[in-house]
């Protein structure tokens, strides 16, 4: 069965970039009747959809992210990736990746998640 | 705040039923299927219902879901103790064009 796996850096500073990777294990990436999330939960609060994108590379956003979001998708190694700008403490969360059905709305399944923390 | 509105916390006995209400408007929940995730502590949220109201494999036939209008309900029958978990339900907003999630209900089984 399908798994994913979040990968990347528990610790950033304000103002710096955000740089998370998704690998994808047990099924491809390069499959036309899926999405590949991810979203954010913030300690103690609820789920926040940031972006999908597409095997193609087609992508879309939150609008409220879309300004410092870029989700980009690497077929050769069934991975993707999320780039977020100007990070603050706001943006202190669990990072989790999710594979999303293009044409319904549910993901399934979903990363373990990974924590970022933003300080100083 | 969240563009699905649930109600903060939700309680009942173990063997009872649990409503959890999703409340959201023409352009997300009226528009498109809703989907339910169940959160234990410390997991990462599970996919519970798809399509408004089917159950992927393993999912046990007490939890069901279902939709009416701009409004979607979960509920929970014969409650047990490991169903103590916060429980989100998620859409498409057609005018957003984005994903979009409740803001969690959290189930306490007395």
């Known amino acids: 069965q399908v798994q994913l796996q979040e990968s990347g850096p528990g610790l950033g500073k304000p103002s710096e970039t955000l740089s998370l990777t998704c690998t994808v294990s047990g099924g491809s990436i390069n499959n036309r009747d899926y999405y590949w999330g991810w979203i954010r939960q913030p300690p103690g609060k609820g789920l926040e959809f940031i972006g999908g994108v597409y095997y193609s590379g087609d992508t879309y956003y939150n609008p409220s992210l879309k300004s410092r979001v870029t989700l980009s998708v690497d077929t050769s190694k069934n991975q993707f990736s999320l780039s977020l700008t100007s990070v603050t403490a706001a943006d202190t969360a669990v990072y989790y990746c999710a594979r999303r059905r293009a044409d319904l709305n549910w993901f399934d399944p979903w990363g373990q998640g990974t924590l970022v923390t933003v300080s100083s | 705040q969240s563009v699905l509105t649930q109600p903060p916390s939700v309680s009942a006995a173990p063997g009872q039923k649990v409503t959890i209400s999703c409340s959201g408007s023409s352009s997300n929940i009226g528009a498109t299927y809703v989907s339910w995730y169940q959160q234990l502590p410390g997991a990462a949220p599970k996919l519970l219902i798809y399509?408004?109201?089917k159950r992927p494999s393993g999912i046990p036939d007490r939890f069901s879901g279902s939709k009416s209008g701009t409004s979607a309900t979960l509920a929970v029958t014969g409650l047990q103790t490991g169903d103590e978990a916060d429980y989100y339900c998620?859409?498409?907003?057609?005018?957003?064009?984005?994903?979009?999630f409740g803001g969690g209900t959290k189930l306490t089984v007395l």
């Open positions: 998620g859409t498409w907003d057609v005018s957003l064009r984005t994903d979009v």
């Open positions: 399509e408004n109201n």
